[in-house]
Structure formats: structure tokens, C-alpha cells
């Protein structure tokens, strides 16, 4: 499946913005899909992520409350909505997919198959 993410861009301490990672080639709801994020020198981190059926979704403990993913069938698009955003969640953002994921796997990166091309979150203080 071939991943297209977007809505980055640059924010102030507290604001908001919502990331769309849309789908083409495949049915979206058959993949789990995941958000990670990248910040210059640092590991790829989980964000969270929506399961392929009945939509369960798990996020990194730290982004709890903040963060929400969710999944539009209809648009075959998958979206993290992100509030109360802080400097430290500056970070390229990248959506990914896999098929048959378990729920323990979901915060794992090479659990999924299929990346997008990332989206540049910047958060000003």
C-alpha cells in the first residue's frame, strides 16, 4: 500500500494540528497503521497506532491525553490528531501500515511494512 502523509507544519507551544496519512493501492482498513516520529539525532519513536479491525488503538505512554489516532474508512485515511503540542514533539512524522500485527507489535517499527514519506512538525516555544 502506498502512504501519502501530510498536515505538518509550523505551530506554537500549545497549539494543534491534525496529520493525515492517506492510503492508495489497498483497502486502508485491512492494516494496522502506525505513527512514529524522528527527531534529528534521535531513534525513531512510536506515537500510536490503530489496529486493522474494530479499531483498537495504543499510544506511547507519554502522549496520552494529547494525542489521538483515528481512522475514516470512506477517505481510506488515518489521522493523529495532536494538541497542546510542546518543542519537544518537534520531530518528521511518518504514518506506516502492515497487515496481521499483533497488539504487542504495534509499537514496533519493522512490525510494519509499508512507510510514508514523513511530514516536518514543528513546534515553536
Known amino acids: 500500500v502506498q502512504l501519502q502523509a501530510s498536515g505538518g507544519g509550523l505551530v506554537q507551544t500549545g497549539g494543534s494540528l491534525r496529520l493525515s496519512c492517506a492510503a492508495s493501492?489497498?483497502?486502508?482498513?485491512?492494516?494496522?497503521v502506525g505513527w512514529f516520529r524522528q527527531a534529528p539525532g534521535r531513534e525513531r519513536e512510536f506515537v500510536a497506532a490503530?489496529?486493522?479491525?474494530?479499531?483498537?488503538?495504543v499510544y506511547a505512554d507519554s502522549l496520552k491525553g494529547r494525542f489521538t489516532i483515528s481512522r475514516d474508512k470512506a477517505k481510506n485515511t488515518v489521522y493523529l490528531e495532536m494538541n497542546s503540542l510542546k518543542p519537544e514533539d518537534t520531530a518528521v512524522y511518518y504514518c506506516?501500515?502492515?497487515?496481521?500485527?499483533?497488539?504487542?507489535?504495534?509499537?514496533?517499527?519493522?512490525?510494519?511494512?509499508?512507510w510514508g514519506q514523513g511530514t516536518q512538525v514543528t513546534v515553536s516555544s
Open positions: 506506516a501500515a502492515g497487515a496481521r500485527i499483533i497488539y504487542s507489535s504495534l509499537g514496533i517499527p519493522s512490525s510494519y511494512k509499508d
Open positions: 493501492g489497498r483497502t486502508f482498513s485491512d492494516y494496522a
Open positions: 490503530i489496529r486493522q479491525s474494530g479499531g483498537t488503538t
